[in-house]
């Protein structure tokens, strides 16, 4: 498996600002990922994030809401934009690793209220 | 399109007693089986995987899960629980070769395990 962080562990923000999430990895990994879990809810994928190209975004989320930045291997950021209290959730980003980068490893998340 | 199901919202067993958090599936092909566990306030931890080969996995913390191809179940079992395994276990699936390499995640089981 990896070592992976993120900074804050959780933060406190006001409506209508922004909040840029850290991801660091203890190895050199192409593929990198943004989740987002709602209270009492699953995972649902936000982007992918490869090294040198841009993110690749699901259904539902856009890069003016969600930018991210990937800037080597073993880093990648998610800031998320002009929030609102439904952006209150858990944000976690994961790295594929294994024999064939078959299984997903997973960050402490970072956990967001917005007032 | 793969899916995951998690038929129990939650689960609860006395401490010492087997447990098994259910899981079935669907997919193209055949599949990548996960189980995270997550403990409050923490990210995803991997337990166990299934790729190819037995169909019983053995997995972290004395977690085990047997895949059933006829059934598309992959349920987790542990014979005997401990009252630090109570958290939230997702189930997870992804497609082994073709379609979406990134997994979907069932809506999780809060497992308590009393004393």
């Known amino acids: 498996s990896a070592v992976i962080s993120q900074k804050p562990s959780r933060d406190i923000c006001q409506r209508g600002t922004s909040l840029t999430i850290q991801c660091q990895v203890d190895?050199?990994?192409?593929?990198m990922f943004w989740y987002r879990q709602q209270p009492g809810q699953s995972l649902t994928l936000i982007a992918t994030a490869n090294q040198g190209s841009e993110a690749t975004y699901e259904s539902g989320f856009v890069i003016d809401k969600f930018p991210i930045s990937r800037p080597n291997l073993t880093f990648s950021t998610l800031t998320v934009s002009n929030m609102s209290p439904e952006d209150s959730s858990i944000y976690l980003c994961?790295?594929?690793?294994?024999?064939?980068?078959?299984?997903?490893?997973f960050g402490p998340g970072t956990r967001l209220t917005v007032l | 399109a793969q899916s995951v199901a998690q038929p129990e919202d939650q689960v609860n067993v006395a401490e010492g007693n087997p447990l098994t958090v259910k899981c079935t599936y669907s997919?193209?092909?055949?599949?990548?089986l996960f189980w995270y566990v997550q403990y409050p306030n923490r990210g995803l931890q991997f337990l166990l995987k299934?790729?190819?080969?037995?169909?019983l996995v053995k997995g972290s913390y004395g977690f085990e899960a047997e895949f059933n191809k006829s059934q598309t179940s992959f349920h987790l079992k542990k014979p005997s629980a401990l009252v630090s395994d109570s958290a939230l276990y997702f189930c997870?699936?992804?497609?082994?070769?073709?379609?979406?390499?990134?997994?979907?995640f069932g809506r999780g089981t809060s497992l308590i395990v009393h004393p």
């Open positions: 299934y790729i190819t080969g037995d169909n």
């Open positions: 997919v193209s092909g055949n599949p990548y």
């Open positions: 997870a699936v992804r497609g082994a070769s073709g379609g979406s390499y990134i997994p979907t």
């Open positions: 190895s050199q990994v192409t593929m």
């Open positions: 994961s790295v594929e690793l294994g024999a064939n980068t078959d299984t997903q490893y």
